[in-house]
């Protein structure tokens, strides 16, 4: 996702009360060349596709586990939603850890003329 982010703020730190789930509209950011996006429309069956697909954008690597290790990638940070507005998507990384509750989801991003 680095090279691909033209909002202003590509990662923004969330409450997990402020994500919705259910289909609705739940952020909205105006773009440095006019016009704007949004950030809704959970994205269920291509979840964890896009999931993958961020870390290894950041540079992430699969290891023989089947976990992530970073070689000089960068960090992923809990509670953050990362954006990318040239796939139309973005991840949402919740701040609680693993067995607790989901612990990212996906999202449509909608560009707003």
Known sequence: MSS????????????PSQISTLGDMFFEEKLSKGGSFSVGGYIDED???????????????????????????????????YINL???????????ES???????SFRVTINE
């Open 4 to 15: 691909t982010l033209i909002a202003r703020n590509p990662a923004l730190t969330i409450p």
């Open 47 to 81: 979840s964890t596709y896009w999931y993958n697909q961020l870390y290894q954008d950041f540079g992430w690597k699969r290891n023989t586990e089947g976990g992530w290790s970073s070689y000089g990638g960068r960090d992923i940070k809990r509670g953050f939603l």
């Open 99 to 105: 067995g607790k509750g989901p612990t990212f989801n």
């Open 86 to 96: 040239k796939k139309g998507v973005s991840v949402y990384f919740y701040p609680v």
